[in-house]
């Protein structure tokens, strides 16, 4: 005979899992677009946010109902691809690309690499705006860069990304300021028109 | 104020992050000097385009994902990580992978404890695992086997019980923990078709089998 406490828990841990399944559906474009705006690579995005989905899930019982979801998510997502950066820079991948690969009888073979000045996507990109902030944004480092995101597309005020970034609101100013910037610099001549969007408005 | 300090508090102003001072203090000077007032124009300009990037939607399959994972009782000790090498590696071919029992060589050795059922696991590439299956089974069972993560992987069928004749099964994984992925495997034998799927941490989560006929 099944216990009632049994019973209890086991409907509590449905109740559980379809309510983190709400959250899931109803937070995953916007995580998804956080993590594709951060990496760049749908691949990478698509990786970055079912891990923070299943952290999230893995912690769901410390997360205090009522509190936001949608931050202490992102909050995760953040540390998530921020120690995955910090990962990759402790074991770099050194290899040149342009290095000959040695061959067993000891002669080298050249590498046939496209020419990334004239390839499909770099001409897709020139003519395409957000190619180029794409671009632009993955050359800010890590904490700039989500600084921006979450606030020029995610909309957070300076003191909501200060609590998902866990940092102070000094630090995220600092950020946005720094990031954008730089995105200044990198995008002036693409800009003109949208700037002036904003100023008309 | 000088041209510095409302550089750097273009942002915050933009983003209307200043206090009621600070704002009207670089709106006076931006009004009077053409230098930060173009700083300003293209800050704006840059917080504007990233405003108006292609909204992006979720790959549809992404809970699935997800699910798959969660479902995967007792979780792994050791955290996963989103990121690195086998990730992208393992995306180079199907998610799936077929494992065919041989009809041929399945017995009636229903309830025997340690089964003489071995598959090696033959990885093609880091991603297509093809179970190529030598020995004898139950028609129908449940086995638990381990993947060793060494260089090539030996998979190995330790028990195996009676399951009631499952037509189609859909089964997780569980970890045995000491560094070993348990697999469960459903519902081989004749004429069953079972497939691995393989998760991006390069162990098994779900497999799926079902009736050949």
New interface residues.
Partial sequence: MVSQQTLVSSAQALSKDAEFESLVRRYQNSVYSIALRMTGNPYEAQDLTQEAFVRAYRAFDSYRRGTSFDKWLYRIVTNLYIDEVRRRKRTPYTESLDQPIGTHDGGTIERELPDSSTSPEEVFDRTHLDGRLQQALESLPPDFRMAVILCDIEGFSYEEIAQIMNTSIGTVRSRIHRGRRALRDKLAPYLTERGQEVIDR | MMCSMVQ?L???YI?R?LSEDDRSRVRRHLASCSECYA?Y???????????????????PC??E???A??SAAP?KAA?????GER??LL?SAASFVKIVAPAAVVGALIAVPVVQLAFGIDLIGPMGARLAGTGAGSNSGVGVATVQADETPRLTLQSIVPAPAARAVSLTAASLGGGSDSLILGAFGDNHLVQLQLD?EDYFTRIGGSVRD
């Fill in positions: 750097r273009i942002s915050a983003d992050e700083v124009q293209s800050t704006a300009a840059v917080k504007s385009a990233l405003a108006s990037m292609t909204p992006v939607e979720c790959p992404l809970w994902g997800v699910e994972r969660i979780l955290p996963a990580r989103y990121g990730f992208s995306r991006p």
